[in-house]
């Protein structure tokens, strides 16, 4: 990732839109910002939350509460809790997600 032009700027997170998001199970809350090419957001998932889709998107991914698990499309499983994060490259690895018990995650993609 390149990030070029971009002056220094601040977000108050609780003052960006919120978004609903429909899993196969539950639901995600996201707030957005966009900075050039890239986009950040502060993601909630609902417990019970399951995602509807694989995605290719590349990402940067802090799960800052609760538990996600990620499953990559050859089987591959893995949990992330508070403090803990994944990087992924576009087209790298088709991942989904899932939540027992809710997250909260910052995302740059």
């Not at 994944?86 to 995650?105: C, I, K, M, W």
């Amino acid at each position: 990732m390149k990030i070029s032009d971009l002056p220094f700027c601040t977000v108050d997170w609780s003052a960006v839109d919120t978004t609903e998001h429909k899993g196969e199970q539950g639901m995600a809350y996201w707030r957005m910002s966009h900075f050039g090419p890239i986009r950040v957001r502060m993601v909630e998932y609902s417990p019970g939350y399951v995602a509807d889709h694989w995605c290719s998107k590349g990402h940067i991914l802090l799960c800052l509460e609760g538990s996600l698990e990620t499953e990559l499309a050859d089987g591959r499983r893995f949990t992330l809790t508070s403090g803990m994060s994944y990087q992924v490259a576009d087209h790298a690895e088709p991942h989904r997600s899932t939540t027992v018990t809710g997250a909260r995650l910052f995302i740059v993609d």
